[in-house]
């Protein structure tokens, strides 16, 4: 079983800034693609972006120019740098191990108008 831990939520003003964190536990984080989930108050989850295990990335629409997924396979971490924050992007983060469908708990982010 792999343990995933978001940090870095918080609430900011439109227009700034936010990193995010997903921590796994496990030796197997390397081999995997990682992504990160949002979920509105009122609306379906939907995809922000992915990682493979060689760092190809894809972006939901909403936030491409703005937001960049990477890792550091060291330490076991996958981020979500989210920048030029709008209200719209306010919802819980959640990262996700799809092979093995492992969810964090999630993270709250809240950009103010």
């Known amino acids: 079983q792999v343990q995933l831990v978001e940090s870095g939520g918080g609430l900011v003003q439109a227009g700034g800034s936010l990193r995010l964190s997903c921590a796994a536990s496990?030796?197997?984080?390397?081999?995997?693609?990682m992504g990160w989930y949002r979920q509105a108050p009122g609306k379906q989850r939907e995809l922000v972006a992915t990682i493979t295990s060689s760092g190809s990335t894809i972006y939901a629409d909403s936030v491409k120019g703005r937001f960049t997924i990477s890792r550091d396979n060291a330490k076991n971490t996958v981020y979500l740098q989210m920048n030029s924050l709008k209200p719209e992007d306010t919802a819980v983060y959640t990262c996700?191990?799809?092979?093995?469908?492992?969810w964090g708990q999630g993270t709250q982010v809240t950009v103010s108008s």
């Open positions: 996700r191990m799809a092979a093995y469908d492992y």
């Open positions: 496990g030796s197997i984080f390397r081999f995997n693609a």
